[in-house]
């Protein structure tokens, strides 16, 4: 930890010629003259969250999602190629917002990361004030109060979470209140279960199948995420180089070291765990309408059977296959919402 500049010694020395520049105080430590020099000339400046993209302006009359897409992806509204980006994607859709999708990347967005989402001007609490960009880990609360204030409910409290998530009825016209709390409640515990299928063992056989399986990142990661970035041979290089070494590193965080046979084992079996939840219904948990759960499903089922996606080595997807209700449940909320 650093010293104490206050703290007497013992044995006080006889002190040295301080330096005190303009508007600086007195210290015993001085920086030297060539940095200092340097510094003078180049001070050191923290700045702010990025600004918003400038083609943002000519899209505040309507709510805006920027997510990885391509350029013509965006114009045609198509699911997002990356899972985060279009489990929101999704979610919005199945919430009945009408919304645009802006090709970015995590540079544009102001708290580095994407998906984020901007509201319409014409949705600001405040007349004189546009909207801020919502990100991602707020889109649902943004999602639920904005369903609860058309419905003119001061809170979504009136609503059970997954029916919050999508604008349906209040839960008596459902369900009874006698009866056990809904699926998909914060308070279920399947719900957060289910929830850790998706965010690890699903999630691990992705990022290895995506990034550090050769095949898939030449046909698919290098394409979509490297090649829009830069021309520069180099710096492609540098970037697949990051980019794989950040799923390794988010592997062995749960693990000392990948195996990969294990990673596909642990995915075929949380693909069976969500194949038994979904059974012989259209939407997860007995829901009527998809909800925040459905999304985050098919962000990894819709990329994993797009047929305009390359996949080389196809070992997670034939896993997924397996299973006719996952693959029909992919199917429904595409052909329904894209």
């Given at each position: 930890?650093?010293?104490?500049?206050?703290?007497?010694?013992?044995?006080?020395?006889?002190p040295?010629?301080?330096?005190?520049?303009?508007n600086?105080?007195?210290?015993w430590?001085?920086?030297?003259?060539?940095v200092?020099?340097?510094?003078?000339?180049?001070p050191?400046?923290?700045?702010?969250?990025?600004?918003?993209?400038q083609r943002?302006?000519?899209?505040r009359?309507q709510?805006?999602?920027?997510?990885?897409?391509t350029?013509?992806?965006?114009?045609?509204?198509?699911?997002?190629?990356?899972?985060?980006?279009?489990?929101?994607q999704?979610?919005?859709k199945?919430?009945?917002?009408?919304?645009?999708?802006?090709?970015?990347?995590?540079?544009?967005?102001?708290?580095?990361?994407?998906p984020f989402?901007?509201?319409?001007?014409?949705?600001?609490?405040?007349?004189?004030?546009?909207p801020?960009?919502?990100?991602s880990?707020?889109?649902?609360?943004?999602?639920?109060?904005?369903?609860a204030?058309?419905?003119?409910?001061s809170?979504?409290?009136?609503?059970?979470?997954q029916?919050?998530?999508h604008?349906?009825?209040?839960?008596e016209?459902?369900k009874s209140?006698?009866?056990?709390?809904a699926?998909?409640?914060?308070?279920?515990?399947?719900?957060?279960?289910?929830v850790?299928?998706?965010?690890h063992?699903?999630r691990?056989a992705?990022?290895?199948?995506?990034?550090?399986s050769p095949?898939?990142?030449d046909?698919?990661?290098?394409?979509l995420y490297?090649?829009?970035?830069?021309?520069n041979t180099?710096?492609r290089?540098?970037?697949?180089?990051?980019?794989?070494?950040?799923?390794e590193?988010e592997?062995?965080?749960?693990?000392?070291?990948i195996d990969?046979?294990?990673?596909?084992?642990?995915?075929?079996?949380a693909?069976?765990?969500?194949s038994?939840?979904?059974?012989?219904?259209?939407?997860?948990?007995?829901?009527?309408?998809?909800?925040?759960?459905?999304?985050?499903?098919?962000?990894?089922?819709n990329l994993l059977?797009?047929e305009g996606l390359?996949?080389?080595?196809?070992?997670?997807?034939?896993?997924?296959?397996?299973?006719?209700?996952?693959?029909a449940h992919?199917k429904?909320?595409?052909?329904?919402?894209?």
């Amino acid at each position: 930890m650093p010293q104490d500049a206050n703290a007497a010694p013992e044995e006080k020395p006889k002190p040295r010629a301080k330096v005190q520049t303009k508007n600086s105080s007195w210290s015993w430590f001085t920086t030297p003259q060539p940095v200092k020099r340097l510094f003078d000339k180049f001070p050191l400046e923290t700045y702010g969250q990025n600004e918003l993209p400038q083609r943002t302006a000519q899209n505040r009359d309507q709510h805006t999602l920027y997510v990885f897409t391509t350029d013509n992806g965006a114009r045609r509204s198509a699911p997002s190629f990356n899972p985060s980006c279009l489990k929101w994607q999704a979610y919005l859709k199945f919430s009945n917002f009408s919304f645009v999708t802006i090709s970015s990347n995590n540079h544009a967005s102001p708290n580095g990361a994407l998906p984020f989402f901007l509201p319409s001007a014409s949705s600001s609490t405040f007349p004189d004030a546009l909207p801020s960009p919502v990100p991602s880990n707020r889109i649902q609360r943004w999602t639920r109060d904005t369903i609860a204030k058309r419905k003119g409910i001061s809170n979504a409290s009136g609503l059970s979470r997954q029916q919050s998530e999508h604008g349906a009825a209040p839960a008596e016209s459902r369900k009874s209140k006698e009866e056990d709390i809904a699926p998909g409640d914060p308070s279920d515990m399947r719900y957060e279960a289910y929830v850790s299928l998706l965010d690890h063992r699903i999630r691990n056989a992705y990022l290895y199948s995506l990034y550090l399986s050769p095949p898939n990142f030449d046909s698919i990661a290098f394409p979509l995420y490297i090649a829009p970035s830069t021309t520069n041979t180099l710096v492609r290089v540098i970037l697949s180089h990051q980019l794989r070494a950040a799923a390794e590193t988010e592997l062995l965080k749960q693990s000392a070291r990948i195996d990969v046979v294990a990673i596909h084992q642990e995915s075929d079996k949380a693909f069976a765990a969500l194949s038994e939840l979904l059974g012989d219904d259209e939407y997860f948990f007995g829901e009527e309408s998809p909800g925040l759960f459905d999304a985050s499903v098919f962000a990894y089922t819709n990329l994993l059977l797009d047929e305009g996606l390359d996949w080389r080595d196809t070992r997670m997807a034939d896993g997924l296959r397996d299973y006719r209700n996952l693959v029909a449940h992919q199917k429904r909320i595409r052909k329904t919402h894209f």
